[in-house]
Structure formats: C-alpha cells, structure tokens
C-alpha cells in the first residue's frame, strides 16, 4: 500500500496530540429550502461527486436545515460552525469510536505525530463507552512519568467534567504547549475513587525504536522496543535491527507493550523482514467482504528464534505484527492486547481538513479479525502487584488499626519496594505501621508511622520511578527465559 501525507491510511488511536487533514470535491445542488433554492455555498464543500444513489435530492434537507438556522436563529452563527456540526452529526451516527471529523488545526497535530515530534502530555487515547480512554502513554513522556496507564478514563480537565464532549472537543481541553500544566480527574478500573493527576506538557519524544542486548544463557539476545508506528520507524528498525544481528545477536525479543499503532505501511515494511514470501503477513478485507493478503519479497525467514511481547495497551499496528508473528509459529508473551481491527483512511475536505474515516478491516494472515477479542498471548505473563495498583489522595492521614482501600494500595506498593507490610488486605497492621515509618527514614520524611499525603507521594513516585527503570519486568523477563525453550 502505497501512503502520501494528503490520504492517509490509519491503524493508529486518535491520539491527545492527533489529527488528520486533507481536501474533498464539490457539486452544486439545485434545491434546498422550497422550489428554486440552491444549497447554500458553505455546504458545496461536504457534499462529494455522488452516484445515482448519492443524489443532489438527498442532501436538500441538510440544505434546508442550514437556511432555517441561518435565517431564523436568535443568534448569529458562523458558517463553518454549522457545516463541522453537520459533518460531526453525521459521523457519530456510525457509532464508531475510530471515525471522526478533524479540522485544519487537528491536522497540524497529526503531521507532527506521524513525524515523531509534537508537545502534549504523550498519551493515546479513544472514546470507550461514552468514556475518554488511556490507550497507551507514550514511552518517557509526561504522561507516563506520571503513572498513567492503560484503561484510565480522563474525567474531568482542570476541573470542567468531560460529560457530552465529543473525542475532539475532549482532547482539545487536554492539548497544550509545552510546560503548561494540565490537571486530570482519572478514574481507574478497580479503584472506587476517583483521583487527581497534574501533568507538565511537554515535547514529547522523537524516539520510536530502542535496541539492546542481553546474554541470555550463554547466547546474545536482543531487544527491540517499538513504542509507535511513526514515518521513521521502518527504518529505524530495520538500522537496528541489522547492528543487532552484526553483533551475532543469537535470539530477538520485539517489545510492542503500551504502543498504540500508527501507520500501516511502517508495520508491513517490518513484517516483510520476517514473513517469507509463500504467505501472507496481512489480510484487508473492504465493506464488499472482499479480501486481499498482502506478501513480502522476502527469501529466507530469520534463522534465530524471535517473541513478541504485547500488553493491554498494544493496539492496532502492534496487534498486526504481534498475530503475524504468532502465526508464524513464533511466541507472543504478555497480556491480551486492546483489540482494533479495523483501518482507517484520511479522507480529504478541500480546505485542508478531511474525515477519519474507517474503511476496511484488518484481519491476520490466517483470516482472524481480533477486534474487540485482542491478541492472545501463547504465554500468559502479568507484571508484579505493584505495577497495578492506585494513586492515593490523602486527606486525612491513615493510621494504625484502619482498615481502607488505599491501606491495600499502600501495602501492595511498599512491598514492591522490598518493604515488608505483612499482610497487603487494607488493615493498618503494626507491620504496616514499622514498614511506614522505615520508608520515612529512608527518604527523609518525618517518621511517624502514618500515611500522611507527603509519604503517599513519595512512595507513589518511588514505584513509578521503579517500574520505568525496568526493574521487575515479569513479562520481559518471561520472554527472554522461554525465547530458547
């Protein structure tokens, strides 16, 4: 498939820094508010070179409804304001998540995603349930330094609640420059509370593709990490890829985790270095139930064994790659990815906008379509307790003998941190209580043996700071113990 920047094909989460543009041809039509009206002159540019089926007659209403506001409405109303509101009318009639209307500046912000480099918190996200949704935070971004994960659904923005708000509008409120902040009400799966995170903006990095080797019983095993499906990231992990195996790389572990797609093409050059050419790596099936596969050119298959490392933020393009592999008999570790199988295409406006819109399914070469299913791992692997657990907002201080939710969180986490609580079922124990005030000690906080909301912090920011120095990484280390079984 071939893909310019002006029609774009999409397997990638509307993001918090995401948009899409393009350009649309327009008709004339002959009636729209009684005999002899034309269709007005703003509307020319939403109405394609329709079939007999997409005849000027059907579209008379949404003429007719333009002119009764612009005439008899008390107040004035732009234009443009009108068309977007019929254009976004139309779309959430669809009820799909992945289809939208994106204007010339959302445009802008997707340039800049598939460029690799824009300003924001660094965080994907959909429209789940009426709910603006994590997706996935972006490798070393804001948003994960912040412990966001994915699943959490964003409430509220600076205090104005997300209820009614549409996907765009939702993320226009969340966009900003960088060093702004941002205060999210989040609301986590497992958590009966809500709870506040402040996020700084910021550039978001350029990276996409991050290598290393480990020896792993005696043979050299590399890692690659792909954290998007960015314009430069075929290449960046073919350059990678190829220092690896010059290094004798003996084994490969691909590390798809928290990445939420991208574009389809990056993920069908880096298939087409593993899958041979007498099967496919892809198949797209259009709104007619027909299917192409798609085939590389590729001679020999790789002669060292490979897994793919996937997890509930694994969206999309990494679910492409994650099945294709998996089909090719080769392990996928981890958890059941997010499940997205469709695509979707930029469909030009005319003035610079353009509609996502989803066009076709994507299924594996086998023919199986995940979406909503997810891959499932050949090796189920989960990380440690504390990876999972809840910020906590203290208000007043817990103590000994309490029994709280945000007492089990507490323990789960100082436990993580090799803190023995003794129990980890929300019962302020006298174990809690020494295990308390020893992390005090050892940060510098006042020992008294409660929780109070500088300890909550501190041990909140420790368990993040952990678990992105990659200690205790269960599913990584699992795949790299079974890669030569």
């Known amino acids: 498939m071939n893909l310019k920047k002006s029609h774009i094909i999409i397997i990638l989460l509307t993001a918090i820094v995401l948009g899409f ?27 394609g070179e329709g079939t007999e089926e997409d005849s000027p007659e059907t579209m008379q209403k949404v003429g007719q409804a333009f002119n009764v506001i612009k005439q008899n409405y008390v107040d004035d109303v732009e234009d443009q304001q009108l068309i977007e509101g019929a254009i976004e009318g139309m779309l959430s009639t669809l009820e799909d998540p992945h289809t939208s209307y994106m204007d010339i500046e959302m445009m802008g912000q997707f340039n800049e995603q598939i460029e690799s480099s824009f300003e924001g918190i660094g965080a994907e996200v959909s429209m789940e349930n009426e709910m603006v949704t994590i997706i996935s935070p972006i490798k070393d971004s804001p948003a994960e330094e912040s412990g966001l994960r994915p699943n959490d659904q964003v409430l509220s923005v600076d205090g ?35 709870f506040e995170v402040t996020i700084v903006r910021d550039e978001i990095p350029v990276e996409t593709v991050y290598s290393s080797m480990e020896t792993i019983d005696g043979n050299e095993t590399g890692i690659l990490e792909i954290t998007n499906f960015s314009e430069n990231t075929g290449t960046e992990f073919e350059e990678q890829l190829e220092m690896l195996e010059n290094e004798d790389m003996e084994g490969l572990v691909i590390d798809v985790r928290g990445n939420p797609g991208g574009l389809l093409n990056i993920v069908e050059d880096i298939l087409s270095l593993f899958i041979p050419e007498d099967q496919p790596y892809l198949q797209i099936e259009d709104k007619d139930g027909e299917r192409t596969p798609f085939y590389s050119q590729l001679q020999e298959t790789k002669e060292y064994p490979i897994s793919v490392i996937i997890d509930e933020g694994s969206a999309s393009a990494s679910e492409i790659l994650a099945v294709a592999l998996q089909e090719m008999g080769y392990d996928v570790v ?24 989803t066009t076709d399914k994507w299924l594996s070469p086998d023919g199986e379509w995940i979406d909503e299913t997810g891959v499932e791992p050949t090796i189920e692997a989960s990380q ?13 201080p817990l103590t000994y003998d309490q029994i ?10 100082l436990m993580g941190l090799n803190y023995d609580t003794g129990r980890s079922d929300g019962y302020f124990s006298e174990e809690t209580e020494t295990a308390v005030s020893e992390f005090q000690a050892d940060n510098d906080l006042e020992v008294t043996g409660e929780v109070d909301s500088d300890t909550a912090g501190t041990i909140e920011t420790n368990v993040v700071e952990k678990i992105r120095n990659g200690e205790d990484d269960l599913q990584l280390e699992k795949a790299l113990s079974e890669l030569y079984q």
């Open 21 to 47: 543009g393009g350009a649309y041809a327009g008709v004339k039509y002959a009636q729209a508010d009684g005999a002899g009206q034309e269709v007005p002159e703003a509307l020319h540019g939403m109405i």
């Open 160 to 194: 104005e609640s997300l209820t009614g708000l549409n996907l765009n509008e939702a993320v226009a409120k969340i966009r900003g420059e960088k060093g702004s902040e941002v205060v999210l009400e989040i609301q986590r799966s497992g958590a009966s509370d809500s």
């Open 334 to 357: 981890g958890q059941p990815s997010f499940g997205k199988g469709t695509v979707q295409q930029a469909v030009p406006m005319g003035d610079g906008s353009s509609i996502k819109l």
């Open 384 to 396: 440690p307790d504390y990876f999972y657990t809840n910020p906590i907002q203290v208000e007043e």
């Open 404 to 413: 709280d939710e945000d007492i089990e969180n507490i323990q789960i986490m």
